[in-house]
């Protein structure tokens, strides 16, 4: 049969070990995931109450305009409806602007490293992907414009960036897409909007009457904490958004996630609580990892990109054995590092006792 030639050269996502997998093959009573930068503290107490109360008939398909929701984002963000479009998580929203704007023939420029499933669809869709290295975590934007040429359909600006956590300063971002063509889509993808300083962090929402090549992605996944649900949103203006909506699949968030996501997004307090929480838990992580003497990232989200002294899947296999799973850098792209999700503070304490024990094992030479 005749697939896509590229996808015989392409892997499939490989997602982590099932953590009760990791239980057995270690003899672990317990383990803990900070592998995905999900939000340790659960998610708003009014989803719960939903969860326990009327569900949305489920024989019926969802509201395929997502309009609830709708109305509620834009009065929070103080855009009109017709500038948003929702995905099965931001996910599908990057999977749909792949679509509707990347071929063969068109390339794509990114950060590297930076969230894999911008290369991912860009290759799936035939487009060439250029890739320009980070400079200490930080996108290199001079470096972007550089690469753009007149064969560029898409940029992607990851802020705060995953994995690094390097947040785009506002006036960056400004003079980047002043100077970039408008008639290059510029994505700039805020998954991890709510944990970022925003005296420094672009008030890019404002401006998109005035850039019109804009597209910012946001999520439910992250602060919020519905990654299981799987709802994420893009914004816009509203000559943009048809576009997208004409490759969005009808019904592609379900009634449940719509319905959490408008109670969720209800609940100041809960973000508020769970951003200060991670901001203070983070701050010591980082204090402990300077005293031993490790190299970490500048990160304005729930997750910290560490330097490792071995290679960063044997540092995961260690942790792993003390059941801690974590994300080795080699598979994103920044080899001899570990993306650590910022996790509750009793599993943080824990984790690094068991850093400082590995810290001390490197330099004894009993781990290499
Ligand atoms: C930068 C970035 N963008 C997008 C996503 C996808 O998020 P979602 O769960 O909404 O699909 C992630 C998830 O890790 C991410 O880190």
């Known amino acids: 049969m005749k697939s896509k030639h590229i996808l015989k050269k392409m892997t499939p996502y490989q997602p982590g070990k099932q953590t009760e997998d990791v239980k057995k093959e270690f003899g672990l009573s317990r383990i803990v995931k900070l592998a995905s930068n999900e939000n340790p503290f659960g998610y708003s107490g009014k989803v719960d109450d939903y969860f326990s109360g009327d569900k949305p008939a489920l024989n019926i398909y969802p509201d395929g305009y997502t309009s609830e929701l709708r109305t509620a984002l834009s009065n929070k963000l103080g855009i009109s409806e017709h500038q948003l479009i929702f995905g099965n998580g931001t996910d599908e929203v990057v999977q749909i602007i792949g679509r509707a704007y990347l071929y063969p023939g068109v390339n794509t420029v990114m950060a590297t490293p930076t969230f894999p499933q911008y290369k991912h669809n860009a290759l799936i869709e035939g487009a060439e992907v250029k890739e320009v290295p980070t400079i200490n975590g930080y996108h290199d934007l001079p470096g972007m414009l550089e690469a753009i040429d007149n064969n ?217």
């Open 152 to 368: 560029t359909n898409v940029v992607w600006l990851c802020s705060p960036n995953n994995p690094t956590g390097g947040l785009i300063p506002r006036n960056d971002f400004f003079d980047f897409i002043e100077k970039c063509p408008s008639d290059i889509l510029v994505v700039l993808d805020e998954a991890y909007f709510e944990y970022a300083d925003t005296q420094i962090q672009p008030d890019a929402l404002q401006h998109l009457n005035k850039y019109k090549n804009l597209v910012i992605l946001r999520t439910f996944s992250k602060a919020y904490g519905l990654a299981g649900l799987r709802i994420g949103y893009g914004v816009a203006n509203k000559e943009l958004i048809p576009r997208l909506d004409v490759v969005r699949g009808p019904f592609n968030t379900s009634s449940i996630a719509q319905k959490a996501a408008l109670l969720a997004l209800e609940d100041d307090n809960f973000i508020n609580d769970s951003i200060s929480r991670n901001n203070k838990i983070k701050q010591s992580f980082e204090q402990f990892l300077n005293s031993i003497g490790w190299h970490f990232y500048d990160s304005q989200t729930n997750f910290l990109l560490v330097s490792t002294p071995i290679s960063g899947e044997k540092a995961f296999q260690y942790l792993q054995e003390n059941g801690f799973i974590v994300r080795p850098g080699e598979g994103l792209g920044s080899p001899n590092t570990v993306r650590v999700t910022i996790g509750n503070e009793a599993d943080m304490r824990e984790l690094q006792e068991i850093l400082y024990q590995m810290h001390l094992k490197v330099n004894e030479g009993l781990l290499t």
